[in-house]
């Protein structure tokens, strides 16, 4: 038996470059963070930053913080970025603002999923239920006229005023809550409209067609309706929200949604409205919060804030009587329903004194007359 030898050529051990690592002048530095696990190009509100933080902050880009050679996109008039000069009011440091609602693209997809399937299971329900047949032919014929105008106040809100202001403000920060903002509008108007078909393939005497002519003709509702069409002329981004958010809602949408319909609702045999207009209100309670933590930063602002809460009480002055003449002529509606179990006067009362807490909490006040 043989043994096969090895070649000597191949006997020896093969060599091969070794990789020669050396110090690359920016990864020889230190950092004060160089130890650190994480970085962040901004100071968190608390010890640690939030996910909302982490994906929202500094994702648009700013001169006074990252581009120092300015703006690295304009339009056409010369213009570049995002003019802090769309607004009246000013601030040492846009980028202060924090949504205390820490909305991002997974709240919102999540938050507005969990709204519209709690909607469709509740108007499931109440379909195998017939829960639509107990109801008074007054308030059958309120909801179809006048519920069914209110889809148009928030429909015109949401795709007239806030998706109009969301590109506008000076940081994403800002721009991400009115964006969130004009997407609780459109859905709630979705909702509205969907829950009208419903009505009207329902079996009950409900004409799905009756709150176009209300908004276009019915006079209770032709204030509100040029409110709104005033709102959506506004040319100032945080003016916009303001009348909005602060003002009309304060004293016209929470008038009619909370202080009317979820009041008489259940009076009235219908369990399902108000699940669905409570969302509504929910929303409302959402986009208030973000809208004074703004409001309220640029009222306390250090080396503005002064001017700031001068310009908020113009808008004050503005808004107010305008919304409040409209609020007094939906008057006639709060008789319309069978079952009342609240008059226009307290309603409003109650509307009035949210709008003076809100006022308040801003470091603001209102002169009557």
Known sequence: MTTQETPASESRTRSFPKPEFTDAEAGALEFPSSG????NYFSPRKMRATMYEDVTFDVQPDPERHLTQGWIYGFGDGEGGYPKDWTA?????WHTFRDPNE??????YRNNANVVRQIQQNL??????????GWP?????????????????????????????????PTNMINNAIAVNAAHKLRFAQDLALYNLDLAESGLEFDG???????????????VREVVENLTAIGDWAEAVFAANVVFESLVGVLFRSHLVMQIAARNSDYVTPSLVGTGENDHERDLGYSGALFRMLAED????????????????????????????????WSQPQEKVITFA?????????FAAVLGDLGLTEQKG
């Open 36 to 39: 650190s696990r994480a970085y």
């Open 89 to 93: 009011l000013k601030s040492t440091d």
């Open 103 to 108: 909305e991002w693209e997974q709240t919102i």
């Open 124 to 133: 499931t329900n109440a379909k195998q239920a017939g829960a639509y047949s």
């Open 137 to 169: 032919r007054g308030w059958t014929r309120f909801v179809e006229r006048h519920l069914g105008a209110w889809m148009h106040v928030e429909n015109g809100l949401g795709l007239h005023v806030f998706t109009a202001a969301q590109r506008s403000g």
């Open 209 to 223: 067609s009756a709150h176009r002519g209300v908004w276009q003709e019915d006079p209770a509702w032709q204030p």
């Open 302 to 333: 250090a080396g503005f804030g002064d001017v700031n809460r001068q310009v908020m009480q113009g808008w004050v002055r503005r808004w107010a009587p305008m919304c409040r003449a409209a609020a007094h002529e939906l008057q006639p509606i």
């Open 346 to 354: 307290d309603s409003f009362a109650a509307a009035e004194e949210g």
